[in-house]
């Protein structure tokens, strides 16, 4: 079994890093037009951000995506 903790701790990191830069996106907008994607070394992130709050809403493991989003 695979040992999630320092992948959750890198996503958190990550979220944790733009929030702190004021509103700054490291992410990019989806194909969809609404959610943004930041990939982090093996998870990717899918969030909104509405230029106050940061929401994850979902995370999927970047390693197996048949495509970027």
């Known amino acids: ?4 903790r ?3 701790r890198d996503a958190l990191e990550a979220m944790e890093r733009m929030a702190s830069t004021g509103g700054f996106n490291d992410g990019r907008l989806t194909r969809k037009g609404v959610l943004w994607y930041l990939p982090t070394p093996k998870l990717g992130l899918f969030y909104l951000d509405d230029g106050r ?3 994850v809403v979902d995370v999927v493991d970047a390693r197996r995506l048949r495509r970027l989003p």
């Open 6 to 8: 320092p992948q959750a």
């Open 53 to 55: 709050t940061l929401i």
């Open 1 to 4: 079994m695979l040992d999630d």
